[in-house]
């Protein structure tokens, strides 16, 4: 899957790269600051979660054949897991059941909220062949160190995954910015690894 560069699609996507990541920094700092249980940083939460969504349709878009179609079930599976978490904690701020203790339908939250730093794995699988090394380890620790971060309640070390990604996601904005012979690492453009086989 391509995108035409420089067209509004292409610019919206490589803009998700930075602002999703920093407003879901921005949730786990609240809620860091107010505790797992806060509106504010569900509010939050909530729209950073969704606008993840944008970070992997441009992810996507960089992948090919077998790695793009797996990327985009995890990542649409996974949003809508994290999406979820993020209600779930509206809901407990205004005194109503939390769905992670409770049994039947609502446990539907916990595997769709793990696909979502699985899909920051196959992320990081994605870019091995066009982003530098260092960019995809840090995509892949911090995919990692995500669940440990979010099911133990670790609010610094939420708050450092975020960090991580930011960091990684926005040197990946900045570099699908560029022209392409101007791109640093690979010499191919980026966009040829969508002829490439996964």
């Known amino acids: 899957m391509t995108t035409q560069p420089g067209s509004p699609v292409d610019r919206l996507l490589t803009a998700s790269l930075?602002?999703?990541?920093?407003?879901?920094?921005?949730?786990?700092?609240?809620?860091?600051a107010r505790g797992w249980d806060d509106g504010a940083a569900g509010f939050t939460h909530?729209?950073?979660?969704?606008a993840?969504?944008?970070?992997?349709?441009?992810?996507v878009t960089l992948s090919d054949r077998v790695t793009a179609a797996v990327l985009l079930v995890a990542a649409v599976l996974g949003t809508a897991g994290n999406v979820g978490y993020?209600?779930?904690?509206?809901?407990?701020?205004?005194?109503?059941t939390d769905l992670v203790d409770a049994s039947g339908a609502a446990?539907?939250?916990?595997?769709?909220?793990?696909?979502?730093?699985?899909?920051?794995?196959?992320?990081?699988?994605?870019?091995?062949?066009?982003?530098?090394?260092?960019?995809?380890v840090t995509l892949a620790v911090a995919a990692l160190a995500w669940p440990v971060a979010h099911i133990a309640d670790i609010a610094w070390l939420a708050v450092m995954v975020n960090v991580a990604l930011a960091?990684?996601?926005?040197t990946l904005a900045i570099r699908e910015g560029q022209p392409a012979h101007n791109r640093p690492?690979?010499?191919h453009d980026v966009h040829e690894a969508t002829h490439r086989p996964a």
């Open 18 to 32: 930075i602002f999703a990541p920093l407003l879901y920094l921005l949730a786990d700092c609240l809620y860091a």
């Open 46 to 50: 909530v729209l950073g979660a969704t």
């Open 52 to 59: 993840y969504a944008f970070v992997f349709l441009r992810l």
């Open 86 to 96: 993020g209600f779930n904690t509206i809901h407990v701020s205004l005194g109503d």
């Open 107 to 136: 446990v539907l939250i916990k595997p769709l909220g793990l696909l979502f730093p699985l899909a920051i794995l196959l992320a990081a699988w994605a870019l091995r062949r066009i982003a530098p090394p260092w960019l995809t």
């Open 167 to 170: 960091g990684a996601f926005g």
């Open 185 to 187: 690492g690979k010499p």
